[in-house]
């Protein structure tokens, strides 16, 4: 069975930092394009930042550029999420997605479209 399971969450001081992992199971993320999004209850699920399978590609919305970097262990088969400087607007919960590599998507620069294998998420809550 295919999943996708994120750690890390919790609740962390504004301009602190936390690191978020996904670990995938019964399939290799070798060949996947890995991303993280967010969503606030009542808004929009937002792209965060993505991955191509070999690490070379990195996407960042603009909200987090800067302050979050995704990097990933393939040989973990894991991705994580380094968050720093985090804001009170950074709450929300972080989903990690996954689909097999188009390339056209890292020529292009769309990492973040089309993903279809998605966890269950991680509740980051950023306050005092």
């Known amino acids: 069975q295919l999943q996708l399971v994120e750690s890390g969450g919790g609740l962390v001081q504004p301009g602190g930092s936390v690191r978020l992992s996904c670990a995938a199971s019964g399939f290799a993320l070798d060949y996947y394009t890995i991303g993280w999004f967010r969503q606030v209850p009542g808004k929009e699920r937002e792209g965060v930042s993505c991955?191509?399978?070999?690490?070379?590609?990195?996407d960042y919305g603009d909200s987090v550029k800067g302050r979050f970097t995704i990097s990933r262990d393939n040989a973990k088969n894991t991705v994580y999420l380094q968050m720093n400087s985090l804001k009170p607007e950074d709450t929300a919960v972080y989903y990690c997605a996954a689909q097999l590599e188009d390339p056209m998507t890292v020529v292009a620069g769309t990492l973040c479209e089309g993903m279809y294998y998605w966890g269950k998420g991680t509740l980051v809550t950023v306050s005092l």
């Open positions: 991955i191509s399978s070999s690490g070379a590609r990195l």
